[in-house]
């Protein structure tokens, strides 16, 4: 429930989170995003509040091919590159976690271009 006064843009992002699916699925991977679960193959998945933030963006780009600026600006929140490999860790480890004990990966590197989720 929305208490007034509430501004308007306080009640588009009510309703932009009401409209996103908790559930996301895509192959054997399920994320519910109210509960903040990941699961692969029936097995839970242990992510890191980062990771999780990480595999969110991924799962939420439906396949697309997001570059490492991007994810610097939308999990990181910095608005520059601080010269580090602070993404490729973060996705290395989330690589580990997702890909662990499965014959087929989910997260895909395409070389100078960013990464992808797909089954």
Do not use: Q
């Amino acid at each position: 429930a929305v208490l007034m006064p509430a501004s308007v843009s306080e009640i588009a992002a009510r309703l932009a989170a009401r409209l996103r699916p908790r559930m996301i699925r895509i192959g054997e991977l399920e994320v519910d995003t109210v509960e903040r679960r990941v699961r692969r193959a029936g097995r839970a998945i242990a992510l890191l509040p980062r990771e999780y933030a990480l595999l969110l963006y991924l799962v939420r780009a439906g396949g697309r091919c997001v570059g490492r600026m991007e994810l610097l600006s939308t999990v990181w929140g910095l608005r520059f590159d601080p010269g580090t490999n602070v993404v490729e860790v973060h996705v290395s480890r989330l690589r580990a976690k997702l890909d662990r004990g499965c014959a087929a990966p989910l997260l895909h590197t395409e070389k100078r271009r960013g990464y992808r989720i797909t089954a």
